[in-house]
Nanobody
Framework: QVRLVESGGGLVQPGESLTLSCVAS????????MQWYRQQPGKGRELIAY????????NYIDSVRGRFTISRDNAANTLYLQMNNIRPEDAAVYYC?????????WGQGTQVTVSS
């Protein structure tokens, strides 16, 4: 019954921007910290950004800090990832993850392809 549905992926050129969304249903969204992961071709899933339940604090890995912004709209049960100045290495499947101490849920992923 819990669903996390990512969208917004697609084909983008280096230097351009893209916004990903993750719409949650079937869970108390404002009680879950949220994360964005990505999985580059041939690699494992990598945590790239994290945001607290109220959206007041966020953390990023070095490779995306300053370029990507994680945010959430609890009234809309939606998580966002604003991706600016995209690089070729950003090509990946991007997943959202809802996290509590006792529960974790994953979305199905959305593909970002980077091509010059």
């Amino acid at each position: 019954q819990v669903r996390l549905v990512e969208s917004g992926g697609g084909l983008v050129q280096p230097g351009e921007s893209l916004t990903l969304s993750c719409v949650a249903s079937g869970l108390p969204f404002n009680r879950f910290a949220m994360q964005w992961y990505r999985q580059q071709p041939g690699k494992g899933r990598e945590l790239i950004a994290y945001i607290t339940t109220d959206g007041e604090d966020a953390n990023y890995i070095d490779s995306v800090r300053g370029r990507f912004t994680i945010s959430r709209d609890n009234a809309a049960n939606t998580l966002y990832l604003q991706m600016n100045n995209i690089r070729p290495e950003d090509a990946a499947v991007y997943y959202c993850r809802a996290v509590r101490i006792t529960e974790t849920y994953w979305g199905q992923g959305t593909q970002v392809t980077v091509s010059s």
